[in-house]
């Protein structure tokens, strides 16, 4: 077993030497680090109250090199699964949470909130867990980069919105007709619910009335309800380190739930590019 992780990590690195500049310059600098606190003030966010802010402490951070002015010498080391808004898998991270009152009372902080209000995160928690809480879901989260994303919103930031379906899903011919369908198509939940992996699905289970969407209040009385969580715009070759690891929904059994996401995982982090 040593043998064999020896060698993978040998080719990973060779594959690397192969790159040529413009190519491991493309990936590399796509780590995500977190941001100076100059640069959050700049961008209409207080870093005195960002909540549990990532800390270069292992396993879920550690001190590296920045490529930028603007970041702080705090490089995440573990990374979550989420797809977009057609279902192409994406690796993102939390660098911290944010209440109403974390945006800076002045043009830049109203400004940070006008974008995260138009960058919604959709997190799907099971159906017996916390409606609204993180850590227990039945899928991958979806993430909404239509908005211009990575031209427009410099500090990752997003809305949490939390989705559950309703009773109408289950109860009538159609709610389950649609779920059937749904379930055939993308596969089933933790929970037994069907999967949902693109913003068309989840908006004709909104429009319908199957699906509803769940918002923390925003007096902070029932946590945070932004978050600092920055997109890897460019995997490939190098935008993944070896050193960082993959927080995804795994079954009882402890496998992956969405294989995919794994698996493109690995095959980025160890030869740096998509799987085959």
Not at 119 to 144: C, E, H, K, S
Not at 209 to 226: I, L, T, V
Not at 238 to 243: S, T
Not at 262 to 267: Q, R
Request: include cysteine.
């Amino acid at each position: 077993m040593r043998k064999t992780a020896s060698l993978v990590y040998v080719l990973a690195a060779l594959f690397a030497l192969a790159l040529s500049p413009s190519q491991a310059r493309a990936g590399v600098q796509d780590r995500l680090f977190d941001f100076t606190d100059e640069f959050y003030r700049q961008n209409g966010v207080d870093p005195g109250l960002i909540v549990n802010r990532r800390q270069p402490v292992a396993p879920r951070g550690t001190v590296d090199t920045p490529f930028f002015f603007y970041q702080r010498a705090v490089r995440t080391l573990q990374l979550n699964p989420a797809y977009d808004q057609s279902g192409a898998p994406r690796f993102w991270t939390v660098m911290g949470d944010l209440f109403v009152s974390s945006f800076t009372k002045d043009e830049a902080g109203t400004r940070a909130r006008q974008i995260a209000d138009n960058m919604p995160l959709y997190v799907f928690p099971t159906r017996t867990g916390n409606p609204i809480g993180l850590g227990n879901n039945r899928q991958a989260d979806i993430v909404d980069m239509r908005n211009g994303y990575f031209s427009n919103n410099p500090l990752g930031l997003w809305l949490h919105i939390w989705v559950s379906y309703t009773d109408a899903a289950f109860n009538t011919a159609d709610g389950k007709k649609t779920l059937a369908d749904l379930q055939k198509r993308n596969g089933t939940a933790l929970d037994g619910t069907p999967i949902i992996r693109t913003l068309s699905e989840l908006d004709n289970l909104f429009s319908k009335g199957f699906a509803a969407k769940r918002f923390r209040n925003p007096d902070g009385s029932e946590g945070p309800m932004y978050g600092i969580c920055p997109v890897v715009k460019e995997p490939r070759n190098g935008g993944i380190p070896l050193d960082t690891t993959l927080a995804y929904v795994r079954k009882p059994d402890g496998t992956a739930l969405e294989p995919y996401f794994p698996t493109n995982f690995d095959a980025l982090k160890f030869t740096g590019d998509w799987a085959k």
